[in-house]
């Protein structure tokens, strides 16, 4: 029905630049919201970044200053650059995108299947 793919994750050393996207695909009407959320091991999933349609960005404090979410809504993709990597920055990274599809009434959640990113000290 909807798809949601991510890529760009890899290995960097700290102080380095990764740029993630990803893309959604399927019986898409329209994407709400749409961004990123993190799970390192043993830890709950959290947020990092996410960007309205209209463009308002929202940031974890501890990326803040150091990552920048854009979109192009045309495409139904969303870019996470993230600069000034650390250790603590290492986790699974996790696309979401909430959608209004063409084929059911309502908005739903959807989720990639992860991109992992690790940084070295």
């Known amino acids: 029905q909807v798809q949601v793919v991510e890529s760009g994750g890899g290995l960097v050393q700290a102080g380095g630049s990764l740029r993630l996207s990803c893309v959604a695909s399927?019986?898409?009407?329209?994407?709400?919201?749409m961004g990123w959320y993190r799970q390192a091991p043993g830890s709950q999933r959290d947020l990092v970044a996410m960007?309205?349609?209209?463009?308002?960005?929202n940031y974890a404090d501890s990326v803040k200053g150091r990552f920048t979410i854009s979109r192009d809504n045309a495409k139904n993709t969303v870019y996470l650059q993230m600069n000034s990597l650390k250790p603590e920055d290492t986790a699974v990274y996790y696309c979401?995108?909430?959608?209004?599809?063409?084929?059911?009434?309502?908005?739903?959640?959807?989720w990639g299947q992860g991109t992992q990113v690790t940084v070295s000290s």
């Open positions: 979401y995108a909430e959608v209004t599809t063409l084929v059911r009434r309502g908005v739903y959640a959807y």
């Open positions: 399927g019986s898409i009407g329209s994407i709400n919201s």
């Open positions: 960007q309205t349609s209209g463009g308002r960005s």
